[in-house]
């Protein structure tokens, strides 16, 4: 995967040209940069995330975000990483070393899920007379105005670090870390588990059903994001595709499906804001990206807002409530493109939903006694289709017209149809050996796909 990257001046510094007068003093003002991010999250109101807010904002909810890793020193989550773990192999025991292809992700997903901003400190003025200068500014607590606020800023992060999109030095695939991370944040209390990570595949080894069985059979809500066209997922990729999971796609900035930044697929459960986001960096900086990568912790944070404000519901209702208060777009009902249609916050924790016992999404309980005929003594390495991959939409191949064949000579010398079945013969074999290269070197599970671009980085205000 690549990333796009446009290095841009610090939002203090174009604050302070604009300013005039204040000049002097936004230079070296953390806040000016944190303040322009906080008014860049429009989804806070429009996805109706602050109406929602009269009503929880996730306390005593913990969710795991299975990405790259979290810089837990990020000022905008301070406090918030209470527990992590990295099955990598490659990162640090707690989950908050940045890993893999995209070093920043896990950082850009955790503040937009449950960032609480800060309070920039400010120096004492300048002592008269001949008194001491006063000593450095104490560090200010958790939580503020400035920088990234998320979705649910109340709740509490466990960071499980994994290395895809890249060679891992660790040495573990994503078939044995993707279920190792499910598992291990189910055990340590998720309630909620945010994937903004994906395949361009929408099939899954068989080394994962079990994870995602456990989680279900444990009540916790899985969000996944949907994947981006831009990165290679014209369709929904794994684990996007697992029943019950919640598989969020992505809105432009007018809300409608994002030519680049989502993809689709009958798996999609619910559509979210995915073009022009904001979030934290590691070392405390902030950036601009898209992709489905970001729709999904905007999900993940209002269900974590739902089972703040009823701790016994279910998984299933959860997940019931978020699509079924969604507001309907494209096709009448659910589509390929929106789902159940485009979140909405303030609905999913005000409105009267009937209860229900079932995941409108499926279950991966149901589809492994169909599909595996419940059989976990033997998991295979292989994928094995899913029904759950949506058809394809690209219009069928056509097919060139045949010409007439033309007439040959049947006298044709002997030497020289000899002469072209050796070679016909010859290019067979080569092939054949170089499909058995390529066949040994084949990944069980397609790469991970780009779920998220930077488009503008911002590097850390100097204090």
Not at 71 to 83: E, F, Q, S
Not at 383 to 406: E, H, I
């Amino acid at each position: 995967m690549t990333l796009r990257f446009r290095r841009t001046l610090s939002a203090a510094l174009a604050t302070a040209l604009a300013g005039g007068a204040l000049a002097g003093a936004l230079l070296t003002a953390p806040a000016a940069a944190a303040d322009a991010w906080r008014d860049k999250e429009f989804w806070l109101k429009d996805s109706g995330v602050t109406n929602a807010w009269q009503v929880s904002k996730g306390a005593g909810v913990k969710v795991a975000i299975i990405d790259s890793g979290i810089d837990g020193n990020h000022p905008d989550l301070k406090g918030v990483v209470v527990g992590g773990t990295d099955v990598s192999g490659a990162g640090a025991p707690n989950g908050q070393k940045s890993i893999g292809a995209k070093t920043e992700h896990g950082t850009l997903v955790a503040t937009m899920l449950a960032g609480r901003g800060h309070t920039t400190p400010t120096a004492s003025p300048s002592p008269t007379g001949s008194a001491p200068p006063p000593g450095p500014p104490t560090v200010p607590p958790a939580g503020g105005p400035d920088g990234i606020t998320g979705v649910a800023p109340e709740a509490q992060i466990l960071a499980v670090s994994t290395w895809l999109g890249s060679p891992n030095p660790g040495g573990k695939t994503d078939q044995e870390q993707i279920p190792d991370a499910v598992r291990w944040a189910v055990d340590n209390g998720a309630k909620v588990i945010n994937i903004s990570l994906g395949s361009t595949s929408p099939d899954w080894p068989q080394s994962w059903d079990a994870a995602f069985l456990y989680a279900e059979q444990k009540d916790v809500v899985i969000v996944a994001a949907a994947g981006n066209r831009v990165g290679g997922n014209v369709q929904v990729g794994a684990p996007a595709t697992i029943p019950g999971v919640l598989t969020v796609a992505g809105l432009d900035g007018e809300g409608r499906a994002s030519v680049d930044s989502s993809s689709q697929g009958i798996s999609i459960g619910v559509a979210a804001p995915a073009e022009k986001l904001v979030g934290g960096i590691p070392g405390g900086g902030y950036a601009e990206w898209a992709g489905t990568s970001g729709a999904a912790p905007i999900v993940s944070g209002v269900a974590a807002l739902i089972r703040s404000k009823w701790p016994e519901m279910s998984a299933n209702q959860v997940i019931n409530r978020i699509v079924s208060t969604a507001k309907d777009a494209g096709a009448p009902g659910k589509d390929p493109l929106y789902g159940y249609g485009i979140l909405n916050a303030e609905a999913a924790l005000k409105d009267d939903v009937a209860a229900t016992t079932s995941n409108p999404l499926g279950s991966i309980a149901d589809w492994i006694r169909v599909h595996r005929r419940g059989d976990f003594s033997e998991p295979s390495q292989a994928p094995v289709a899913s029904p759950t991959s949506a058809a394809p939409t690209l219009v069928d191949p056509t097919v060139p017209t045949a010409k007439t064949p033309a007439t040959v000579d049947d006298a044709l010398p002997a030497a020289v149809v000899l002469g072209f079945g050796a070679l016909f013969l010859a290019l067979v074999t080569g092939a054949a050996i170089q499909l058995r290269r390529v066949s040994k070197n084949a990944p069980a599970v397609a790469e991970e796909a780009e779920t998220g671009a930077l488009l503008k980085v911002d590097p850390p205000a100097r204090t």
